[in-house]
């Protein structure tokens, strides 16, 4: 399969990061709450350095809970704090001020004690391609005082949006990259962060129920009406596009039909929520 579809101008995109650390209190950074570890970027530690960081699980309402409460146990440790959040429908964010504060405590003190009030909160928002970036920043948006214009000499070019809770984000998000290998590129494809076009999605759903079939039997037998599984993933797909006809004439499979509907199904949360990575 092939593994580099990302364009960009990463070592751009790096130095912007760099720059805009020093402007902000804290960086968060958004992942996938079904792929918490394909969907971060390796070389976010050397990137952030000490800088605060909040973890944000993006895309609960697809994950599986229990896995997800694990993750943030698991991530939150040093200067990093975890949580989850639906940035289509706003759950979750409204926990960010106070993770923040969690996370930014001596800072705020130390300003609190020189006589400062209401204090805001700087923060860069980083992620990978389509973790939802721009839905937090929409979400968050929503929640707006005004757009703050450019401000000569400190932030110039620059864009923050100041929000109610007392934060101020970059309206521009840091896109960075995944890691470049199979299971990270097979995790992205599952959930459709990499686009169906360039992947053979026959290989793909194949690949899919190979996961499926040792993450989540029960509820593929069941969202498949399958009576039992077997241990040969070719055999389950088979079964699976039995059951949803997808057959040609000559009493073929038709495996492009029926990767489709297990590739849409997986993606629209229908067959389970799906924690694809564990801790
Ligand atoms: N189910 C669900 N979908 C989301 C969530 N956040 C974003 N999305 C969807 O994920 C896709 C990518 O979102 P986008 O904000 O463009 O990601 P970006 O590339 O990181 O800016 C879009 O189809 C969004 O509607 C979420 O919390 N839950
Ligand atoms: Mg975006």
Same mark, same amino acid.
């Given at each position: 399969m092939p593994i580099n579809w990302f364009p960009g101008h990463m070592v751009k995109t790096r130095r912007q990061i760099k720059e805009n650390l020093k402007l902000v209190d804290a960086v968060i950074e958004i992942r996938d709450a079904r792929i918490v570890k394909s969907s971060a970027n390796p070389e976010i530690e050397e990137l952030c350095g000490n800088k605060p960081r909040l973890i944000l699980l993006n895309k +609960?309402?697809? +994950?599986?809970g229990a896995i997800t409460k694990q993750w943030i146990k698991e991530l939150s440790k040093g200067s990093i704090r975890a949580m989850e959040a639906n940035s289509l429908t706003g759950a979750g964010l409204k926990n960010i001020k106070p993770e923040l504060n969690n996370l930014l405590k001596e800072k705020l003190e130390r300003q609190k004690n020189k006589g400062l009030v209401n204090i805001t909160i700087r923060v860069m928002v980083v992620g990978i391609p389509n973790v939802g970036k721009s839905s937090f920043i929409n979400k968050m948006a929503q929640n707006t005082i005004a757009k703050v214009g450019d401000r000569p000499g400190v932030t110039k070019n620059k864009q923050w949006i100041k929000t109610k809770m007392g934060i101020e984000l970059l309206d521009t998000p840091g896109i960075l990259w995944p890691k470049f290998d199979e299971e990270t590129a097979l995790s992205l494809a599952f959930t459709g962060a990499i686009k169906d076009e360039i992947m053979d999605t026959e290989e793909l759903a194949l690949k899919l129920v190979e996961h499926l079939q040792v993450l989540y039997p029960k509820e593929l037998m069941e969202r498949y009406k399958l009576d039992e599984l077997s241990p040969s993933a070719i055999e389950n797909l088979d079964n699976i596009a039995i059951k949803r006809g997808c057959i040609m004439s000559k009493n073929t499979i038709d495996y492009n039909r029926i990767a489709a509907i297990l590739l849409d199904e997986l993606r629209g949360g229908k067959i389970a929520k799906i924690s694809l990575e564990r801790p």
């Amino acid at each position: 399969m092939p593994i580099n579809w990302f364009p960009g101008h990463m070592v751009k995109t790096r130095r912007q990061i760099k720059e805009n650390l020093k402007l902000v209190d804290a960086v968060i950074e958004i992942r996938d709450a079904r792929i918490v570890k394909s969907s971060a970027n390796p070389e976010i530690e050397e990137l952030c350095g000490n800088k605060p960081r909040l973890i944000l699980l993006n895309k +609960s309402d697809l +994950s599986e809970g229990a896995i997800t409460k694990q993750w943030i146990k698991e991530l939150s440790k040093g200067s990093i704090r975890a949580m989850e959040a639906n940035s289509l429908t706003g759950a979750g964010l409204k926990n960010i001020k106070p993770e923040l504060n969690n996370l930014l405590k001596e800072k705020l003190e130390r300003q609190k004690n020189k006589g400062l009030v209401n204090i805001t909160i700087r923060v860069m928002v980083v992620g990978i391609p389509n973790v939802g970036k721009s839905s937090f920043i929409n979400k968050m948006a929503q929640n707006t005082i005004a757009k703050v214009g450019d401000r000569p000499g400190v932030t110039k070019n620059k864009q923050w949006i100041k929000t109610k809770m007392g934060i101020e984000l970059l309206d521009t998000p840091g896109i960075l990259w995944p890691k470049f290998d199979e299971e990270t590129a097979l995790s992205l494809a599952f959930t459709g962060a990499i686009k169906d076009e360039i992947m053979d999605t026959e290989e793909l759903a194949l690949k899919l129920v190979e996961h499926l079939q040792v993450l989540y039997p029960k509820e593929l037998m069941e969202r498949y009406k399958l009576d039992e599984l077997s241990p040969s993933a070719i055999e389950n797909l088979d079964n699976i596009a039995i059951k949803r006809g997808c057959i040609m004439s000559k009493n073929t499979i038709d495996y492009n039909r029926i990767a489709a509907i297990l590739l849409d199904e997986l993606r629209g949360g229908k067959i389970a929520k799906i924690s694809l990575e564990r801790p």
